[in-house]
Structures are given as C-alpha cells and as structure tokens.
C-alpha cells in the first residue's frame, strides 16, 4: 500500500497522521479509507474530545491524490470513479463527525488534500503552507459537494478565482480569504494546534456538539432539528448546572458529558 495513516490518542485529542513522505503525503484511496476508519474509531470513543488531522512531517499536509495508480490506469474510468468516491466518503464522515476536528497544515494542501481541510471544522496553516486546487489543469470535474464547500467556505468569487485558474494560494491570503482560520511559524504550529485542541476538550462536550450540529445543519431541516434537540440536552444536564457552580466557586469546570 502507498502510504500510511497513524492513529494516536494523547491527552483527550485524536491524532491522524497522513504519512506518505515520497510524494509529500499524497493521498491513495487505501489511505483515505483508513482515515474514514480512524475518525469513525476516534469518534465513538468518550475519551477523545477533540481530532487533529496533520501531515507526517513540517514539509506537507496533502500534496493531493497519489495518482500513480490512476495514471497507470488513465484509461480506466472505474479507478478515477473509485478515487473521487474515496474521497466523497471521507469528505461525508468529516461533514458527520460529531467531534471538533482541526486540519493542522504544514506547507502544500493541494487537491485531494483540501478537500479534507475543508471538511475539517479549523483550519490552522504555516506560514509556508500553500493551496489549490488543480483540477482545471488537470482536465477534471471537481466533485460538487466539495464546491460547495469551498463555496461556503471563502465564497463564490474566491471560489471561482481558485477553480477556474488552478492556481496555487499562499498562507497570507489564504487567511485573508478564509481558507484558513490562522497562520503560525512553522515551529509553533503544532503547538498552537495543542493549544486550541486542549481548550475544546476542556469545554462542555454536550454544547460543542450542539454547536457542531448547528454549524452544519444550514438547510438541512433533519440536522436543524436534531440541534435544537441538542440545545434541549444541554439545558437539563449535570454540565449546565456545573459551569456556572464552578464559576461561582472560582475553579475550572469539570464536565462529564451529560
């Protein structure tokens, strides 16, 4: 198999390591596989409150697809069909995780590759980090779904600017554009990423599921519904009385998850 996926637990945050350091992390359709099973595993587990989703190393996220296998079948309209709904699958298990999850970006976040940050709720990048998305030069559809969600993400124009050319965008605009949330030193990254992960996990799980459920409902009246039901949940539980006891009592909450 072309690359790997590592999996870790540390401190209530899911690490997802992409590991393909030959060709920059580029992602085969085994590897997004595996990634859809690590988030479905750390998704279901309490323990884990918050999913960082990184590149192996500080050189790339996702330098896209690892089209090796589709290039030697470029005739082959089965295997780009499999690729494109590895990735729709895996872009469909971010959408419904009900768990945070931050892209951590080092350097290139291409293709294949933004497609999993922009299903990712953060996007935190180095300011070496660059974006695009090639599939006009490349003479391919870019799935819809996937659009949209750039669309929603930095907006039609933007949107537009990086489809139709292809191409590449550096961290200063990408953070300009919305692309990503924030832009840090290379070395300082990972921290922040710890940081902000951390701060989650200290966080009343019932409420950052609510929220995740509303962000993501937009006109999906099934997903509206099941946020206000959340919104519900979060008003009788041990955790709504606890926050402002430990207010009162000057101490950190201890949420427990219901």
Known sequence: MSGRVHAV????????SLDNPAKRNALSTEMMASLGEILARFDADAGVHAIVIRGSGTEAFAAGADITGLATHADDAGAQQDFDDAVGALFSALHEASTPVIAMIHGYCLGAGLAIALGCDIRLGDERSSFAIPAARLGIGYPVDLTQALVATVGPAHASQILFSGNRIDATNAERIGLVNEVYAVDELEAAAVTLGSMIAGNAPLSIR???????SGGDADRAAMARAAVEACRGSADAAEGPRAFREKRPPRFIGR
């Open 210 to 216: 609510e929220a995740k459920l509303a962000i993501r």
């Open 9 to 16: 637990v540390q401190d209530g945050l899911g690490w997802a």
